[in-house]
């Protein structure tokens, strides 16, 4: 998993979203260094290698993530891709059901 984790070091630029964090009401707010789908080379081998299958190929998945809490409140930042996802049971290294959000509206 280390060196998996090293691979995803590197944020992947994805495209921005004008959805509101505060919008986020199906799941938690994360910022990932890295988005895409099960499909995107670099998240399908981590999804082997912790041997988790995604049903939904096509679906936004965030890989190497932190919880964002208090949107708005001062100190609150992400430098990579902020994301709204409803399946957070991996502890960061991946969550699931992700959608695009945009913290500074």
Do not use: K
């Amino acid at each position: 998993i280390t060196l998996a984790l090293a691979t995803l070091a590197v944020a992947t630029p994805t495209r921005r979203n004008d959805t509101p964090a505060s919008d986020c009401d199906t799941g938690d707010l994360q910022c990932c260094d890295t988005t895409g789908t099960a499909t995107t080379p670099s998240i399908a081998a981590l999804l082997t290698q912790l041997g988790i299958v995604v049903p939904d190929i096509t679906a936004l998945i965030g890989a190497t993530c932190s919880p964002i809490s208090g949107v708005g409140v001062g100190g609150n930042s992400c430098t990579a891709q902020p994301v709204c996802c409803s399946n957070d049971s991996f502890n960061g290294v991946i969550v699931l059901g992700c959608t695009p959000v945009n913290i500074n509206l």
